[in-house]
């Protein structure tokens, strides 16, 4: 650990153990807690609830939260941004102040999938990397490499409108049109 430094990251690999780690408890926390539920207003049980600073990406608190979706987390007070996701639906994220208590609304997951070929050819690419972005030009929050024979598909998405594009070390494509995906839609064929 470095003095004055509020970062004491260190590598974990697989299957490796650390031990005399010591965490330092500090005074004046506050409790962020709350509810997970899906649109309908039913409780996601288990979901994972990650809380991070507004001004970094590094999480302070995680917790999951239990069979009726109920959460809490003691992290440093001020403004701070609220991540939940689960199985079947698309990640939440939602900024937050601490103390307090919210409530995280999970929406049914969609997904795209198709291939991307080759434009001279028609052959499949493998290896491409495709990502989604919006209409308000944002970057879908997943992406993925297209197998053997060129295709894909992209997950844990918000429904609405999307532009795929396709990049390789030699080639950038892109879909014709946006391609639209409704609530929990599975689109086949992109």
Do not use: C
Request: glycine share 12%; proline share 7%; hydrophobic share 35%.
């Amino acid at each position: 650990p470095t003095p004055g430094i509020d970062n004491h990251e260190f590598p974990l690999g697989p299957g490796e153990a650390k031990t005399a780690v010591d965490v330092e408890m500090k005074s004046g926390g506050a409790e962020i807690s709350g509810m997970v539920s899906d649109a309908s207003g039913g409780p996601v049980p288990h979901a994972q609830v990650e809380v991070s600073r507004q001004t970094s990406s590094h999480v302070a608190a995680a917790t999951e939260a239990d069979e009726q979706g109920r959460f809490s987390v003691w992290v440093a007070p001020g403004p701070m941004n609220l991540r939940a996701r689960a199985d079947g639906y698309a990640p939440s994220l939602q900024e937050a102040r601490a103390p307090g208590r919210y409530e995280i609304v999970l929406t049914p997951a969609s997904s795209i999938a198709g291939r991307v070929v080759d434009a001279a050819t028609g052959e499949p690419v493998a290896g491409a990397q495709v990502e989604l972005v919006t209409e308000n030009y944002e970057k879908a929050t997943a992406t993925d490499s297209t197998d053997a024979q060129g295709a894909f598909r992209v997950e844990q998405l918000l429904p609405g409108r999307y532009t795929a594009s396709a990049t390789t070390e030699r080639g950038y494509g892109r879909s014709e049109g946006s391609l639209r995906v409704g609530l929990g839609q599975q689109l086949e064929g992109a």
